[in-house]
Nanobody, 125 residues
Framework: QVQLVESGGGLAQAGGSLRLSCAAS????????MGWFRQAPGKEREFVSA????????NYADSVKGRFTISRDNAKNTVYLQMNMLKPEDTAVYYC??????????????????WGQGTQVTVSS
């Protein structure tokens, strides 16, 4: 069992930056691929980014490519999402997720086995 806790959300202005963190406990994070998803009010949860266990393989949604960067520190059992050039449409609850297949960088929700509770990101125009 893996417990995931997101932090770092908050209010930012358009063009600003935030860094989200996802701290894991219960198991070594290096055994898992990790993903970030988001859900805006009235919309379905959508893929944002994913990273393999080693960090060598990453994947991004087209909407965030070039603005967001996913990374991980397995020694700290933490995954990060650096969000730059934020837009109002980035406003959502952001969730991190862990997949038991360590090389997986899937965009699909069902590929992930464990989820955090989410952190709110609000971007004002």
């Amino acid at each position: 069992q893996v417990q995931l806790v997101e932090s770092g959300g908050g209010l930012a202005q358009a063009g600003g930056s935030l860094r989200l963190s996802c701290a894991a406990s219960g198991r070594t994070l290096s055994n898992y691929a990790m993903g970030w998803f988001r859900q805006a009010p009235g919309k379905e949860r959508e893929f944002v980014s994913a990273i393999s266990w080693s960090g060598r393989i990453t994947n991004y949604a087209d909407s965030v490519k070039g603005r967001f960067t996913i990374s991980r520190d397995n020694a700290k059992n933490t995954v990060y999402l650096q969000m730059n050039m934020l837009k109002p449409e980035d406003t959502a609850v952001y969730y991190c997720a862990a997949a038991r297949m360590p090389a997986l960088v899937s965009k699909t929700i069902i590929a992930y086995d464990y989820w955090g509770q989410g952190t709110q990101v609000t971007v004002s125009s």
